[in-house]
T-cell receptor
């Protein structure tokens, strides 16, 4: 499985934008980049995914580097409810292979 | 409402007593999967199913069985539970293609004494 690398933790002030980076230098041409998050005491929750182009949805934006070796999840205005562990995943057809993710803390 | 449900949500049992954790989805998804989550080890896949009657092992299948007789249900069976199967279990489902998001259930916290 292709691997991803994320910082262990990040901190943000409430209502500020947050940029969560992910490196995936061994990505193959058909790998989709998925982001999930896990809030405390809940199951993982889908955030966004993309293949080559930048993507936007109601939760976040995903910026994908031109060479696809890295991507950035952008939360435009962090709220306290966004405090969670964020996982960057290159989805295999069989499974989501979760790494350790980035623990995001949001400060009021 | 589109959802994945799991039952029970919490279970305390004893070593060797067979148990089943049920998982059901109402989205007509082909793909279903079971994960376990343990502190320091993250989420690991136990078994998955690409469609009815098609199941395969994930990364940590030992001690577990699954079946997929109907599209909506994917039960996880522990024939003889042991304390090292104490964990938080999540069921997930999606359409089959890797481009699609997975929907996760709320989790089942299992304790084996």
């Amino acid at each position: 499985d292709a691997k991803t690398t994320q910082p262990n933790s990040m901190e943000s002030n409430e209502e500020e934008p947050v940029h969560l980076p992910c490196n995936h230098s061994t990505i193959s041409g058909t790998d989709y980049i998925h982001w999930y998050r896990q809030l405390p005491s809940q199951g993982p929750e889908y955030v966004i995914h993309g293949l080559t182009s930048n993507v936007n949805n109601r939760m976040a934006s995903l910026a994908i580097a031109e060479d696809r070796k890295s991507s950035t999840l952008i939360l435009h205005r962090a709220t306290l409810r966004d405090a969670a562990v964020y996982y960057c995943i290159l989805r295999d057809v069989k499974a989501l292979v979760f790494g350790k993710g980035t623990r995001l803390s949001v400060i009021a | 409402e589109a959802q994945v449900t799991q039952n029970p949500r919490y279970l305390i049992t004893v070593t060797g007593k067979k148990l089943t954790v049920t998982c059901s989805q109402n989205m007509n998804h082909e793909y279903m999967s079971w994960y376990r989550q343990d502190p320091g080890l993250g989420l690991r896949q136990i078994y998955y199913s690409m469609n009815v009657e098609v199941t395969d092992k994930g990364d940590v299948p030992e001690g577990y069985k699954v079946s997929r007789k109907e599209k909506r249900n994917f039960p996880l069976i522990l024939e003889s539970p042991s304390p090292n199967q104490t964990s938080l279990y999540f069921c997930a489902s999606s359409y089959g293609d890797r481009a699609n998001e997975q929907f996760f259930g709320p989790g089942t916290r299992l304790t084996v004494l």
